[in-house]
């Protein structure tokens, strides 16, 4: 212990001394009144990684001490964590900024005139977004301090004509489970061995959110309160430049922009925001940079396709987004193939540099920044007004939850969106006016009405850093279509109001419609209080108490004489169910139909409550896995257990009902882990696997199914194509399915398929597991079509050779019980509404499934 304290005090003693040479040496000298990161923490930054609570409690101190700054709190993380941002400038411009706020929202909006001559600009410094690349939020302290109580009359200067927007940390969720795990296994003296336990996070690591959602997907998506709160505030403030700090391997060393070129054949964004602006700022990072020794690169990787990065959101609003990579020391201090040591305080250093830089560039090109946010709007209205598109009609009258959170994504964008005024027929599709909507493509938000929209074939690169297919439309499987002329009703300025009412008191029967979104979270609340419930597995038609009615599959019937409940205990939960979920119930005095089956049928199968258990840890997807807990959690309102896979053999399945696999190795279940499983299934219940868990699944003889394996070519003496060297990782990559949207032909007969009221669904596929259709001719549910093609890149061969042949939902008896397994990922990223349904049916309906042999 006394020699932890002395070495502690001799580090931070050395440390402070040189830091503000380290870091400051351009920000000196400062008001000794404001309180430096160290003095307020008790280390030298770079000793020790920071708790989020401690760097909000330091930025709001700064607030209470200085004039230059305010804070503001933005939201709170899933884990209840403050999400701030620190409002920096002159005391000048701090007092007043909401009227700054409004004249730089008049600037930008493009039927203004409003001149940009006396305002500041406003750059908004992000960091953190990946929680286990934590240099960044130490950086921020350091530029807080710096701009908060220098006295250098640079930054003073600075300060006149820039307003600051410091978020220090995008996700403190997962930044304080790395901080928890860098503090806890740093070594006394410290170990730079790149095989120790502190630069190796167990799964899932901190980079993602409480739910194990990487955030830096999820500007575009808006799932999470994270993403949700900084975009209402991003959309108040439309700042010129936004930054967005990350890290990457060790052995690399520092990145910032151009990236790599775009790889849309025809990107959305002004030539001008890649070009003049990337390089403008490029020479204010190239110079710092080279000032303090720090190696760097440009354009060879990244790239700013997909519109949902924080370093390509912003580029879609007027500003300029930007990224930087450094090398990560994933702890305190880690060596590099060279030799060298990568510290912390050195990963830090790098990105204080390149805040400052940012800043500095942001002034020196603050006229050329402010005009072309300027045209960047005015560019949208007139290049929608030279398109033959003059709006995008959509809605689904058979899921109005389904086209409300649709609705909820383009209203928080900033799209806008009205009623349709007349009623319009496209494509095969009938549009009613009052019941479905109509988005304007001539308005200032028209390049992410394309984004939402619109759809891609053609590309100049075959290599993404993520996903090459966005089109928002197609994950919520959303009826749209484009249109040339239109009349729009009212605007939307929120989610429109649920039509249904409460039901009334019935003796006999209730019905709750299937094709709702939110029918299965409300058949669990409704399961979970005691009501019994039973499905249609074939529909009909019946007298209700709103007239004739015809009722699809999957539609949900309670039968008050078989609850073991009272009725106006099934009546006070069924009204509770409308109010909170919003379905569809209505009452019938009669169990005899017009048409169809009776409610006496042996069609109708009473519903077990799912008891579900999830396989989870090492080795297996954290994105997947989190995928499936968040849908269950924010959405279904449902539990399900989640096992670490070291505990599987002390699992007691009999518990449960049905178990989800996503993907992963599972190299840890051996032969008798593998005969408890498929003894587990026969005995009647269902598993549900995901891409490579169905592989696995196929591969260890679990199901009686086969894949779509590429054939290898036996002849002895075959040529080899050769091909230069230095284009291997394009002509590799672009065989891999990086992201992209394919059309498939859907039984909505079977029971996986019920509440769909279309044959085609759009599907997300980003890996390479091909499934063959099942051996038994009603066990393929979902199959991609003849022309599957919808968003998106892939070759000709993988769409060819293996997609068309393929399957993308199957399922295959075992025993008494079934596999219902998935090619594709139907959760992805939580915000495929439009496939969610296929899972919770396989949760909820797959006990009824019986697979002819």
Not at 613 to 632: C, K, P, R, T
Request: hydrophobic share 35%; with cysteine; glycine share 6%.
């Amino acid at each position: 212990m006394i020699k932890s304290l002395i070495l502690f005090l001799l580090f931070a003693c050395t440390f402070s001394g040189h830091a503000q040479d380290y870091f400051f040496k351009k920000q000196a000298p400062f008001n000794p009144d404001i309180p430096s990161p160290e003095e307020f923490l008790g280390y030298p930054i770079g000793f020790q990684h920071t708790r989020h609570d401690m760097i909000v409690a330091y930025l709001e101190k700064l607030a209470e001490v200085s004039e230059r700054a305010t804070i503001t709190y933005y939201g709170k993380s899933h884990e209840y964590r403050k999400l701030v941002i620190l409002n920096i400038s002159s005391p000048e411009n701090i007092g007043k900024l909401e009227e700054l706020r409004s004249e730089h929202i008049q600037v930008a909006d493009p039927e203004s005139n409003a001149s940009s001559n006396d305002l500041p600009i406003f750059v908004n410094l992000g960091y953190n977004v990946h929680g286990n690349e934590p240099s960044s939020s130490e950086a921020a302290l350091l530029t807080a301090y710096a701009l908060v109580a220098s006295t250098n009359k640079d930054i003073i200067n600075l300060l006149e004509e820039t307003v600051v927007f410091l978020d220090p940390t995008i996700n403190p969720d997962g930044r304080d489970r790395h901080t928890h795990w860098a503090n806890t296994h740093k070594g006394n003296p410290l170990v730079d061995d790149p095989m120790d336990i502190e630069h190796n996070e167990i799964s899932p690591s901190g980079r993602t959110n409480h739910y194990y959602f990487d955030l830096n997907r999820d500007w575009w998506l808006a799932i999470h309160p994270e993403s949700r709160g900084k975009l209402n505030w991003y959309h108040q403030w439309y700042p010129n430049v936004v930054t967005d700090f990350h890290e990457m391997g060790t052995n690399s060393t520092y990145f910032f922009e151009p990236m790599k070129v775009n790889a849309s054949k025809n990107p959305i964004m002004p030539k001008e925001n890649y070009t003049t602006l990337n390089e403008a700022f490029a020479k204010h990072f190239s110079k710092d940079l080279d000032e303090i020794g720090s190696m760097y690169f440009t354009k060879e990787v990244f790239d700013g396709t997909y519109p949902g990065y924080g370093s390509s959101y912003p580029d879609l609003q007027g500003g300029l987004a930007l990224l930087f990579e450094q090398a990560s020391s994933r702890g305190h201090v880690q060596k590099q193939n060279t030799g060298e040591q990568l510290t912390f305080a050195f990963t830090i250093r790098n990105q204080y540099t390149s805040s400052f830089a940012t800043l500095n560039a942001a002034l020196e090109n603050k006229s050329i920044l402010q005009d072309y946010q300027k045209k960047f709007f005015k560019s949208a209205i007139s290049n929608a007004a030279n398109s033959n598109v003059k709006a995008y009609v959509f809605g689904d009258e058979n899921d109005k939850a389904r086209t409300n959170a649709f609705i909820d994504k383009l209203l928080i964008h900033k799209v806008k969106v009205y009623e349709l005024g007349q009623d319009i027929s496209e494509g095969g599709k009938h549009f009613k006016a009052g019941k479905t909507y109509v988005v304007p493509t001539q308005q200032p938000q028209y390049r992410l009405v394309q984004s939402a929209f619109e759809t891609y074939d053609e590309f100049t690169d075959s290599v993404y850093y993520d996903a090459s297919a966005w089109s928002l439309a197609n994950f919520y499987n959303m009826p749209y279509g484009p249109v040339s002329a239109f009349q729009k009703g009212d605007e939307l300025d929120k989610i429109p109001a649920s039509e249904f009412t409460t039901p009334k008191k019935s003796s006999y029967a209730y019905i709750m419609t299937w094709n709702e979104y939110n029918a299965p979270a409300a058949l669990y609340f409704l399961q979970s209080n005691g009501a019994v419930s039973t499905s249609a597995f074939k529909p009909f038609e019946i007298s209700t108490d709103e007239g004739p009615r015809k009722f699809g599959f999957g539609t949900i019937v309670f039968p008050v004489g078989r609850q073991l409940i009272s009725g106006d205990s099934l009546h006070g939960l069924l009204t509770k169910a409308v109010e909170e979920w919003s379905v569809e119930i209505a009452t019938t005095g009669t169990g005899y139909s017009t048409s169809g089956i009776d409610l006496g049928s042996g069609n109708l199968k009473v519903l077990e409550k799912p008891k579900a258990v999830m396989l989870v840890g090492d080795g297996i997807s954290a994105y997947e896995h989190g995928e499936v807990w968040h849908l269950l959690d924010t959405r279904v309102n449902m539990p399900i257990t989640k096992v670490p896979m070291r505990n599987f053999k002390r699992l007691n399945l009999n518990n449960y009902n049905v178990m989800v696999m996503v993907s992963g190795r599972y190299n840890q279940l051996d032969s008798g882990d593998i005969l408890k499983l498929k003894n587990w299934v026969s005995a009647g219940n269902t598993l549900i696997t995901s891409r490579t868990a169905s592989k696995w699944a196929i591969e260890k003889k679990l199901v009686k199914e086969t894949l779509i394996m590429e054939e290898k070519d036996t002849a002895k003496n075959q040529e080899v194509k050769r091909l230069d060297f230095v284009e291997s990782r394009e002509h590799i990559g672009k065989n891999s399915v990086g992201g992209a949207i394919f059309e498939t032909d859907l039984d909505i007969t079977h029971p996986l398929g019920f509440g769909y009221t279309s044959r085609r669904l759009p599907v997300y596929r980003n890996s390479t597991v091909w499934l063959a259709p099942s051996k038994s001719p009603y066990g393929t549910v979902a199959k991609y079509t003849e022309n599957p093609h919808i968003d998106g890149f892939i070759t000709d061969e993988n769409r060819d050779k293996f997609l068309k042949p393929s399957a993308s939902l199957i399922v295959s008896a075992v025993g008494s019980g079934r596999v219902v397994l998935f090619a594709d990922n139907p959760n992805f990223r939580g915000s495929w509404y439009g496939t969610n349904r296929l899972f919770l049916n396989a949760l909820f309906l797959g006990k009824y499934i019986s697979v002819p042999k």
